[in-house]
């Protein structure tokens, strides 16, 4: 049972253009909500996270909009730059400090 | 970058051999966290701990043991590989800081196992 899910494998965006990453969940006592990013041959790193209290979180070109009511959290990276290629993972807790679940994993391809 | 390594960071090996996989942290966490991540998968959580001989099972824990007797050390071992657990492992380490709404993982640089 995948309790959470990012229904896009891959991902594709023009240099200078909005990248948008969607995660859905299903558990309704995920209270945290964090994103990372992953390169080849390297160990995830934390992007930028999410409390269930807000529904906007933004640092720099990374902004995470949260919808509980839809059970729906996404990743807006403006503007997308080539570096911004990797596989992007939404992750989930019941609480601060709990156990992460994690997506899929979605591969964003910025093309120059 | 937070103070983690694996051993090895490559391993190729037979079926029905026992491997041990070590994760070391120089951060003085507490938690500590093996995942495996396979394609179609994402991440899965094997077994976590949250402190010296505290440990706990996760999401994909049968075939897998961990052993934690000092903080800064979580070994993973597979009794006896199977084909089925060859995947790049990744150790994630965190701290729980008081009033922080949350306390992001912090992940190694993955071992790539190979069980033929």
């Known amino acids: 049972d995948q309790q959470v899910k990012q229904n896009s494998p891959s991902l594709s965006v023009q240099e200078g253009r909005i990248s948008i990453l969607n995660c859905d969940y299903t558990n309704s006592m995920f209270d945290y909500f964090l994103w990372y990013k992953k390169y080849p041959a390297e160990g995830p790193t934390f992007l930028i996270s999410i409390s269930s209290i807000k529904d906007k979180n933004e640092d720099g070109r990374f902004t995470v909009f949260l919808n509980k009511s839809a059970k729906h959290l996404s990743l807006h990276i403006v503007p997308s730059q080539p570096g911004d290629s990797a596989v992007y993972f939404c992750?989930?807790?019941?609480?601060?400090?709990?156990?992460?679940?994690f997506g899929t994993g979605t591969r964003l391809a910025v093309r120059p | 970058d937070a103070g983690i390594t694996q051993s090895p960071r490559h391993k190729v090996t037979e079926t029905g051999t026992p491997v041990t996989l070590r994760c070391h942290q120089t951060?003085?966490?507490?938690?500590m966290y093996w995942y495996r991540q396979d394609p179609g998968h994402g991440l899965r959580l094997i077994h976590y701990s949250y402190g010296v001989k505290d440990t706990d099972k996760g999401e994909v824990s049968d075939g897998y043991s961990v052993s934690r007797s000092k903080t800064e050390d979580f070994l993973l071992t597979l009794e006896s590989a199977t084909s089925s657990q060859t995947s790049v492992y990744f150790c994630?380490?965190?701290?729980?800081?008081?009033?922080?709404?949350?306390?992001?993982?912090?992940f190694g640089p993955g071992t790539r196992l190979t069980v033929l």
């Open positions: 951060e003085n966490h507490r938690y």
């Open positions: 992750a989930a807790s019941k609480s601060s400090g709990d156990k992460l679940t």
């Open positions: 994630a380490i965190s701290e729980p800081v008081a009033r922080v709404s949350y306390n992001e993982q912090f």
